[in-house]
């Protein structure tokens, strides 16, 4: 059983930079891949980045790329989402999950084991 609380959302204005921080309980977090994903209002849940078990190998979504760097820290159970350049687009509930798996994670939420309750993200222009 492995529980996930997801931290550091809040509101910002267009531009600016947030820090999701993704604390994982249990001893056996490295055995699995994280992933981001984000519910925007009105829409489904959706894939935002991933990273393996060992923070060598990571995935995005398009519309992030180059804005957003998922990372990890094994010792600390924990995986981060640096969201820079925010746009208003980007407002939605943040939620990250686990996957037991070495690899990178598929996008698809069905693949994930275990998810955090989420965190509120508000970027007004």
């Known amino acids: 059983q492995v529980q996930l609380v997801e931290s550091g959302g809040g509101l910002v204005q267009a531009g600016g930079s947030l820090r999701l921080s993704c604390a994982a309980s249990?001893?056996?977090?490295?055995?699995?891949?994280m992933g981001w994903f984000r519910q925007r209002p009105g829409k489904e849940r959706e894939f935002v980045a991933a990273i393996n078990w060992s923070g060598d190998s990571t995935d995005y979504v398009d519309s992030v790329k180059g804005r957003f760097t998922t990372t990890r820290d094994n010792a600390k159970n924990t995986v981060y989402l640096q969201m820079n350049s925010l746009k208003p687009e980007d407002t939605a509930v943040y939620y990250c999950?686990?996957?037991?798996?070495?690899?990178?994670?598929?996008?698809?939420?069905?693949?994930?084991?275990?998810w955090g309750q989420g965190t509120q993200v508000t970027v007004s222009s």
């Open positions: 249990g001893r056996t977090f490295s055995s699995y891949a």
């Open positions: 999950a686990a996957e037991l798996t070495k690899g990178l994670p598929g996008r698809w939420k069905s693949r994930f084991d275990y």
